[in-house]
């Protein structure tokens, strides 16, 4: 519990001060992709309030399906915090209105998240405590202070989860019932123990059905645990949490990547702490190469032997009538004359690009361009310089592997595996001569 609690004891802390000295901020700047069927979730504190759409953005192309916001602070009159910043009170959302769009934004569009949960609870904070007082002064009805505030910031945020931190009362009575109260305005409960698992186990007990996720904190305070002896607990998988990278510490997205195939036996996923760590890293480390690593563990990618761009969606910067995107992934290779299966480019773009929509994310680990003589057209007509480019959002592209100078009428590359929704053909020299039309016969990837 050590280093979280440290840097929850100064969020705790902060919701003492902050109240008095509205200062205390964590941020800074963020990345990038797209998502799987396991949960692969993010915690996130001051940057999901300060970052603005921009951060959002980055969220909904992190390939992480699940954004949880750290962390939702009730006070004893009912009043509710994130970390510092007042957002609901007397039943009403009173936060800021773009925030509260921001947010709403984070499950429309082009975007890997498919669930919201607030986190309520932090080391050394009085949450629960507050939560406590009130639903004994109170209860838990739908006129109560506490239910109109929650149920302010599930209409303001889009929250589809409440999350349970608790890390100091550990009272079963107040967990179960402010539960209940949760479920009662449609929202599920998700637990996030490090300790004290008769207390978890009992709340999970209690409530049934209504708990649907266990985040099991698997590092600082809850480095030992085992999420195997967890599952057993809790009598369900559990979604083991990594801290990324920082101050020189943590998991990097290839040991996340890891330990996650090691508890795979008990795990739904795997959740990442901290966003507000997680931004200040770059590639290999950036907030998508730990989405994929946790999507990697759990995707189960049909090794080689299907070409998973047959028949996908194509499009190019142009194409020739009849010589479409299309007959590029149309799994033919018929000749020039002959049926003639070709996308063909010949306008002035001095470079040509065919671009692959696969409909979801795959791993991919070789690819294959059937050039020109392949369809008894003249090899001079065969590309020469070309790039394998990879998207998350079809709009961004990085490079996979590059091709200069080739002359072959096939050409057939195997590169480290690589997860993409997205995928490009970027053709810079389309012929062996000055010619610049580019004829690709097919186009595949395994
Ligand atoms: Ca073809």
Same mark, same amino acid.
């Given at each position: 519990?050590?280093?979280?609690?440290?840097?929850?004891?100064?969020?705790?802390?902060?919701?003492?001060?902050?109240?008095?000295?509205?200062?205390?901020?964590?941020?800074?700047?963020?990345?990038?992709?797209?998502?799987?069927?396991?949960v692969s979730a993010i915690?996130?504190?001051?940057?999901?309030?300060?970052?603005?759409?921009?951060?959002?953005?980055?969220?909904?192309?992190?390939?992480f399906n699940t954004v949880i916001?750290?962390?939702?602070?009730?006070?004893?009159?009912?009043?509710?915090?994130?970390?510092?910043?007042?957002?609901?009170?007397?039943?009403?959302?009173?936060?800021?209105?773009?925030?509260?769009?921001?947010?709403?934004?984070?499950?429309?569009?082009?975007?890997?998240v498919t669930r919201?949960e607030?986190?309520?609870?932090?080391?050394?904070?009085?949450?629960?405590?507050?939560?406590?007082?009130?639903?004994?002064?109170?209860?838990?009805?739908?006129?109560?202070?506490? $239910?109109?505030?929650?149920?302010?910031?599930?209409?303001?945020?889009?929250?589809?989860?409440?999350?349970?931190?608790?890390?100091?009362?550990?009272?079963?009575?107040?967990?179960?019932?402010?539960?209940?109260?949760?479920?009662?305005?449609?929202?599920?409960?998700?637990?996030?123990? $490090?300790?004290?698992?008769?207390?978890?186990?009992?709340?999970?007990?209690?409530?049934?059905?209504?708990?649907?996720?266990?985040?099991?904190?698997?590092?600082?305070?809850?480095?030992?645990?085992?999420?195997?002896?967890?599952?057993?607990?809790?009598?369900?998988?559990?979604?083991?949490?990594?801290?990324?990278?920082?101050?020189?510490?943590?998991?990097?997205?290839?040991?996340?990547?890891?330990?996650?195939?090691?508890?795979?036996?008990?795990?739904?996923?795997?959740f990442?702490?901290?966003?507000?760590?997680?931004?200040?890293?770059?590639?290999?480390?950036?907030?998508?190469?730990?989405?994929?690593?946790?999507?990697?563990?759990?995707?189960?990618?049909?090794?080689?032997?299907?070409?998973?761009?047959?028949?996908?969606?194509?499009?190019?910067?142009?194409?020739?009538?009849?010589?479409?995107?299309?007959?590029?992934?149309?799994?033919?290779?018929?000749?020039?004359?002959?049926?003639?299966?070709?996308?063909?480019?010949?306008?002035?773009?001095?470079?040509?690009?065919?671009?692959?929509?696969?409909?979801?994310?795959?791993?991919?680990?070789?690819?294959?361009?059937?050039?020109?003589?392949?369809?008894?057209?003249?090899?001079?007509?065969?590309?020469?310089?070309?790039?394998?480019?990879?998207?998350?959002?079809?709009?961004?592209?990085?490079?996979?592997?590059?091709?200069?100078?080739?002359?072959?009428?096939?050409?057939?590359?195997?590169?480290?595996?690589?997860?993409?929704?997205?995928?490009?053909?970027?053709?810079?020299?389309?012929?062996?001569?000055?010619?610049?039309?580019?004829?690709? $016969?097919?186009?595949?990837?395994?």
């Amino acid at each position: 519990m050590l280093k979280r609690n440290i840097v929850r004891k100064h969020i705790g802390l902060c919701l003492v001060l902050c109240l008095l000295f509205p200062l205390f901020t964590i941020l800074s700047s963020p990345i990038k992709v797209e998502a799987a069927t396991a949960v692969s979730a993010i915690f996130g504190g001051g940057p999901f309030v300060t970052g603005g759409q921009t951060v959002m953005n980055q969220l909904k192309v992190s390939g992480f399906n699940t954004v949880i916001i750290w962390s939702v602070h009730p006070q004893p009159n009912g009043d509710l915090y994130i970390n510092d910043v007042l957002v609901c009170q007397n039943g009403n959302y009173v936060g800021d209105s773009a925030w509260a769009t921001a947010w709403q934004s984070l499950k429309t569009g082009t975007t890997s998240v498919t669930r919201v949960e607030i986190s309520v609870g932090a080391w050394g904070c009085s949450d629960f405590e507050n939560i406590q007082a009130l639903i004994n002064a109170n209860g838990t009805g739908s006129n109560t202070v506490l $239910y109109r505030n929650f149920l302010a910031l599930k209409n303001a945020t889009g929250a589809d989860a409440v999350n349970f931190d608790d890390e100091s009362l550990y009272n079963v009575n107040t967990t179960v019932q402010f539960g209940q109260m949760c479920a009662a305005m449609g929202m599920k409960v998700t637990l996030c123990p $490090y300790t004290n698992s008769n207390f978890w186990s009992s709340v999970k007990s209690q409530l049934g059905s209504t708990v649907d996720r266990v985040y099991l904190q698997c590092y600082d305070g809850g480095a030992s645990n085992n999420p195997s002896s967890w599952k057993s607990l809790m009598g369900m998988n559990v979604i083991p949490g990594l801290w990324c990278l920082h101050s020189g510490q943590g998991d990097s997205a290839s040991s996340v990547q890891s330990k996650l195939t090691n508890w795979k036996s008990s795990s739904d996923g795997g959740f990442i702490w901290l966003y507000d760590d997680l931004m200040k890293l770059s590639s290999p480390n950036s907030t998508a190469d730990y989405a994929n690593a946790i999507n990697s563990v759990f995707t189960s990618t049909p090794p080689t032997s299907n070409n998973i761009a047959l028949n996908k969606t194509a499009t190019a910067n142009q194409y020739v009538t009849n010589e479409t995107p299309a007959k590029a992934v149309d799994g033919s290779i018929a000749g020039y004359g002959n049926g003639n299966s070709k996308w063909c480019s010949d306008n002035t773009d001095s470079a040509k690009w065919l671009k692959i929509d696969l409909g979801q994310t795959y791993s991919i680990s070789r690819w294959v361009v059937k050039h020109a003589g392949i369809g008894g057209e003249s090899t001079s007509y065969n590309t020469r310089n070309f790039k394998l480019q990879k998207s998350t959002d079809g709009i961004n592209w990085t490079d996979v592997d590059t091709v200069t100078n080739n002359t072959s009428n096939i050409t057939d590359r195997t590169v480290t595996a690589f997860s993409a929704r997205y995928v490009r053909l970027y053709i810079t020299a389309a012929t062996q001569s000055t010619s610049n039309t580019a004829r690709i $016969y097919e186009f595949e990837l395994y």
